[in-house]
């Protein structure tokens, strides 16, 4: 054990996710567990500059596994890409005896955790973004939850799309990545899915395959348009003028981001978040954890952020075969 940390700070930061809850408790009673006390920093980097920062035990903890959004509120700090920002964060750890944090967050909030662990507080990322876009890891806390709202969603758009006989776009969320729009594309299954990594904009293409949908008798045709491909209610236009058949875009936007974790979440960020302090306690830092090949592990963030991830091109493929 790491007699070096007595007290652990946790904080949320960037967009947040469903789960981010569970993982914040997990930190909270792990860290109870092993005799330490636990300090919440509210709203990320933001709120750590502005030290605002509450003390947490086991009951301030009570009555969030089920709940979305993350009680510790989240932000965007630009102050904290500064070196200034950074040492007056470590600063501020120091002056509340917050000798370790858990960051939970997405590669942005990593870096900041980089950054914290260089000027000597000891530090452990969680992943927590519905976009599943952190390359180290084959899960991130909030996808399965922001996957299954925006199907729940699209499954609706459908009903009026096959009672209109329309086309219908939706844009769901993922940044630059296709993740969310690939899992949904086949688990609507959507006549085309246009994801950042793989659309090579052929509107001709697409404009073909929907007319030759509407010949076989198709009633509807989904497209699941991601986010990093975006310009939906423009592309709409441009379909209704070029097929004749009425074509409506809906974009999901941040109800996709809300909602109660699904038991994947809750769990996944409840594994997570006590890994992290079990890391901590082992004497590591500067640390992300994953969740790889079935395995919870965890990888030096550089490391880490310098790794690439690709979407699964068989799991494309069968996208497309049946989407027939
Ligand atoms: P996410 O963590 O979801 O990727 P962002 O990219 O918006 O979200 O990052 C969240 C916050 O992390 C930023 O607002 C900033 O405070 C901090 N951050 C991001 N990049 C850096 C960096 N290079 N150095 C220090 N802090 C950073
Ligand atoms: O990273 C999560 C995410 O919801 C992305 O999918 C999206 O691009 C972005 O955050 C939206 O950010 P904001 O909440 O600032 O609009």
Redesign the pocket.
Known sequence: MNDGVKTIGVLTS??D?PGMNAAVRAVVRTAIAYGCQVKGIQKGYSGLLEEEIIDLYAGSVSDIINRGGTFLYTA?CEEFRTEEGQRKGAEICRKHGIDSVVVIG?DGSFQGARKLAAHGINTIGVPG???LDIACTDYTIGFDTAVNTAMEAIDKVRDTSTSHERCSIIEV???NAGY?ALWCGIANGAEDILLPELYNYDEEALIDHIIANRRRGKKHHIIINA?GVGHSTSMAKRIEAATGIETRATILG?L??GGSPTAKDRVMASVMGAYAVDALMGGKSNRVVAYKDGKYVDYDIEEALAMQKELDPFQYSVAKILAR
Do not use: F, K, L, N
């Open positions: 960037g967009g996710a965007r997405g973004t519905i976009d969320m993922g940044r969310i986010e941040h996709q981001r």
